[in-house]
Structures are given as C-alpha cells and as structure tokens.
C-alpha cells in the first residue's frame, strides 16, 4: 500500500499504510481474569452506592441547598 505524508508543524512525518501487525502483548490466567472481574465489579458497585448517597443526601437537603446568600 502506500504512504500518507502529514505535515506536523515544520516537520514531515510518513505513516506507513499496510496490514496492522498482531501484537501478543501479556496474556493474563484465568485466575488473574476472575480477580479483574471481581476489582471491576467491587468499583462499579463503590461507584453507584456514591451516587446513591450523593442524591439521597440531595433530597434530604431539599430546595434550601440552592438558597444561599451570594
């Protein structure tokens, strides 16, 4: 294929167009697979409790939250 030149600011820069290589990079175990699901889903769930909290605690406050001498 060919090549697309982009200028970047004074400088030239060639961009080879050809097929994406595959790059292996680190293959995680089974184990490791389960422990990231189990991190994710414990921060999701600290999330939405966070929000729960911060509009529960918005109610409770009520209207009088946006009275407020400027």
Not at 45 to 50: E, G, H, Q, S, V
Request: glycine letters at 8%.
């Amino acid at each position: 294929m060919g090549r697309v030149d982009r200028p970047i600011g004074c400088l030239k820069v060639g961009i080879a167009m050809s097929k994406p290589h595959k790059e292996e990079g680190i293959v995680l175990t089974e184990a490791q697979k389960r422990a990231r699901r189990s991190r994710s889903i414990a921060i999701a769930l600290a999330l939405a409790a966070l929000v729960v909290l911060f509009y529960v605690m918005t109610l409770v406050k009520g209207p009088g939250v946006l009275v407020r001498p400027i």
